[in-house]
């Protein structure tokens, strides 16, 4: 599979793609996307990469093992949940800082929390098919 | 349209279980995914279906207003692909696992030492 | 109060941790527990005569069950009974078990029971009765099987437990029953309003629970096998558990339920007869034993059945004969059975002919043993002829048949008397065998503690006016009326009298003259007795588990799934068959039907026949991915577009992962077995939940859940796609739980993939 013209488009493809995923992850709370798919397009950028350069290309290319991604996400969310226990309020509340900014709207902890649900789906998403896939691409 | 839905559903969950009760491990496995998306979409059509009022409030308003897509069922179903998605994985891991360790596909051979009690 | 019932279970750990010095040379440290408690209670006596004692610290309130404490003549008699016996029995262990190797357990498990069993009898409080009348349960399973190194104490314990198991559960039952249909928990309450049960269409199901669960602890036939099973215990455990506590649960119960209970012809026909066969029945058991602890259990047995019967009878001399019973029973039976350990730890055997002639070198046993048979046999001046006196009295002014019930009483007692001397009597007389000259008198904190309980049976019974406080306190806590008691020696020449002697006379005689062949009995009738029925029933159990397991637990994951699914569509059919009205609303079903929705329709339809129809595997999952795609469209046509996006991305995921690892996984497997069977089922099922959402989708349903979030997630949580919003905030908990599932999963692929490469090296 690994044919140039994949390669090359691959090689432009990736940071549109992960561009797009981020897009998608902000503009979530006003309009369709959000984390989850945000995070599944993220994936599928690197598994494309993957079929084009071959797995240990992009293993070498992330630079960090995938799997590290999952405590950090779940971390970013457990502690935007934690945040407005800090001023009294209950668990997992929302707060919102009063500025507006382009696309994403308010700024609160509820997009830290679709920011860390974004993190722990690429994790597990690339852990599953970085596993499976060790020694065929 | 709701009659369509209807037979679709059945026939995700005849075909799912069909291919559950087969004695090849890759076939439960095709089951389950069947299965899977028949229990997603009877949630979705319980919810009462609309065309193209998707649960989104527009930009000028403040709350959503006449006939809109019910958001419950949407959400749920959308957590429920993403964990049908983990499932999946770890079955066709485990799928192998077993495969590596009988050398066999029939869930006849699968038989745990239950029966030596 | 409510510390002195939590001292016990704060103490119990404390031994545990103590247990290098318990061990050693402090093991006398754990009696001062009890002893103080007893000292604690002895100074409530005057406290109590003036009407109950009542503490009450809220625990649950909005449930009703407070931690509610009484202490009246009842519950006092008892909670003095608990410790002093109690302080008797851990200075006994002391020695007893000394240098044993879980000493310190064993002051934990019956310094925990002792907590439980003063719970029980000072709860004011039905939910927190049952609560320690359980922890009884429990520590005394702990207790008897104590030697859990023996398969027969193993055994015992279990089978005590599955019965006063089983009695608790009935017990709470009927306890919920009453508290529902009082409308209140409390045992205060339930005496003031006492009376109004009785008279309860369902009062015959109350009286069968609380009975059931009396009956069982207190060991009455036919549950009273598992008390002669329980002297597998060390014999400070059996003194202690079957003289004076938790066999006596059972009676207090009972006692302690006749103002609400009793006084009905059904509560007096079953608590007399009941007590009646299981007196004479173990009486003439007790008399057939030759081994001296299951002759004191079967005489302990008989005692119960006695008290049992003495609260039928129910009149105010019953009620005080019981209760000075209860104290009778408790001194002579605990010295008795601290005797019988005694000659068992010296001399190594309990076999009755093997102990003879013992006085010449334990002269203190000999007359502790002595003073508690006399006692036991009811001989005057030991507390033991007031107590039978009393019951006489009882018998003969009962209410029905006062000549039968006489009688019933005069054949047990002349029985008791038999197997009292044959305890506390025969070892000690005749000529001391040469094998025993040896013997020498064992430590004072042996024998002390009888010797002490012996004496206060011969107090009690010069004095028998020491008492008349607490028995009439007892009494009058029993009946909810005041009794006064005249306990007294000499009431006259009367038929009392009479039958007193009578009963020393036949038990005298029947002591010189006859000897029961051993075991004759035993085997006989062996196979009819409760035990075995009970071992039977456990038998019988464990065979249908196997047969049950072995037909629906064969590891076979296709016949788990056809018969769940069966089963489902059994009861989903009958149902649906019987209950539902099924229509069809053409307008609302059919309506709006687009070609697109015909289109996808049948592709979908086509791919799910290809993919389950195909041999070849690439083709099944390039058909599961047009499946996805089509439920995809589905969502873009039914304004799902999150849905849609979610579910374009994991169809894409899925694929990828099937084609990955689809060159290692097996060929489809060629065998098509059942085809037809399984078809048919799947078919049904499917149809089955076809019909089901079409039932659904009828039904009118409510919105307001998804009306307050269309409402609520701009304002609220200034969101406007409102699937994500609920998502991250208004339902942030649920995703959470969701990532971390989704991350025990890939950490489970991860492992079981690692896993494979490690033991492909062992290979």
Known sequence: MKSIILKTASTYLLPLLLLFAVFILLRGHYNPGGGFVGGLIASIAFVLHAFAHGLVETKKMLRFVPSACIPVGLAISLISGFVPMAIGRPFMSGEWLSVQVPIIGSIGTPLFFDIGVFLVVIGITLTILFTISDGIL | MELLLLILIGVFYATGIFMMLRRSMVKLLIGIILLGNGANLLIFLLGGITRGKPPIIPEAEKALTGAYADPVPQALILTAIVISFGLQSFAIVLLKRVHVLIQSDDLNDLNTPDTSI | MLIAVLLGFVFAPLWNLLGRWIKGSFSWLPALLPAGLFLYFASLYPVTQNGPLLTSTPWIPSMGVNLDFRLDGLSLLFALLITGIGTGVFIYASYYLKGHRHLDRFFAYISFFMASMLGVVLADNLLLLIIFWELTSISSYFLIGFDHEAAKSRRNALQALVITGLGGFLLLAGFVLIGTVAESFSIAQLLGTAGSLQNHPLYGWMLALVCAGAFTKSAQFPFHFWLPGAMAAPTPVSAYLHSATMVKAGVYLLARFTPMLGGTDYWQYTLI???????????????????????????????????????????????????????????????????????????????????????????????????????????????????????????????????????VALVTNILVLYAGFQAGIRPFTGPL???????????????????????????????????????????????????????????????????????????????????????????????????????????????????????????????????????????????????????????????????????????????????????????????????????????????????????????????????????????????????????????????????????????????????????????????????????????????????????????????????????????
């Open chain 3, 273 to 407: 007869s009941f007590g009646g066969i299981t007196m004479l029945y173990s009486a003439f058991h007790a008399m057939h034993r030759k081994d001296l602890k299951e002759i004191l259990a079967y005489s302990t047995v008989a005692a119960l059945g006695m008290l049992v019967f003495l609260l039928g009878i129910g009149t105010q001399q019953a009620l005080l004969a019981a209760g000075v019973f209860i104290l009778t029973h408790a001194l002579y039976k605990a010295t008795l059975f601290l005797v019988a350990g005694m000659l068992d730890h010296e001399t190594g055997t309990r076999h009755i002919e093997k102990l003879r002639g013992l006085r010449k070198v334990m002269w203190p046993v000999a007359i502790a043993g002595g003073i508690a048979a006399l006692s036991s046999a009811g001989v005057p001046l030991t507390y033991g002829f007031i107590g039978k006196d009393l019951i006489y009295d009882a018998t003969l002014k009962a209410i029905n048949w006062p000549w039968v019930l006489t009688a």
């Open chain 3, 433 to 763: 065998p040469d094998h025993h000259r040896t013997l020498h008198l064992p430590n004072a904190r042996l024998w002390l503690p009888a010797c002490v309980l012996a004496l206060l049976c011969l107090a009690f019974g010069i004095l028998p006016a020491l008492t008349n406080g607490l028995a009439g306190a007892v009494a009058s806590a029993i009946a909810n009326t005041p009794v006064d008691a005249h306990l007294a020696i000499w009431h006259g020449f009367n038929t009392v009298l009479a039958l007193s002697g009578l009963t020393l006379l036949a038990g005298f005689l029947l002591y010189g003259w006859f000897a029961p062949p051993e075991g004759k009995l035993q085997q006989r009738w062996e196979h009819l007795s409760p035990e075995s029925l009970y071992r039977k029933a456990g038998q019988g159990f464990t065979w249908f588990a196997g047969k049950y397991t072995r037909l629906l637990h064969n590891g076979n994951l296709r016949s788990y799934v056809f018969s769940i699914i069966t089963f489902i569509i059994l009861l989903l059919g009958t149902k649906i068959l019987t209950g539902v009205h099924l229509y069809f609303d053409r307008r609302a079903v059919v309506g709006g039907l687009r070609l697109y929705d015909v289109v996808i329709f049948v592709v979908t339809l086509a791919a799910i026949w290809k993919s389950i129809s195909t041999n070849s595997r690439i083709t099944a999952v390039a058909s599961l991915g047009v499946v996805g795609y089509c439920i995809c469209l589905l969502f873009v046509i039914y304004s799902a577009p999150d849905l849609a996006m979610t579910q374009f991305t994991i169809d894409t995921l899925t694929v990828v992962l099937f084609v990955l690892v689809l060159f290692r996984l097996p060929r489809f497997l060629r065998i098509n077995d059942k085809l037809w069977q399984d078809g048919i089922l799947a078919a049904l099922f499917g149809g089955l939940i076809s019909l089901i959402a079409l039932g659904a989708l009828n039904e009118p349903t409510t919105k307001e859940t998804s009306e307050f979030y269309a409402e609520n997630a701009y304002l609220l949580a200034k969101g406007k796609n409102i699937v994500n919003v609920m998502l991250v905030d208004f339902r942030g908990f649920d995703t959470m739980i969701e990532i971390t599932v989704l991350s025990i999963a890939a950490l489970g692929v991860y492992s079981l993939m690692k896993l494979r490469i490690s033991s492909d090296n062992k290979e």
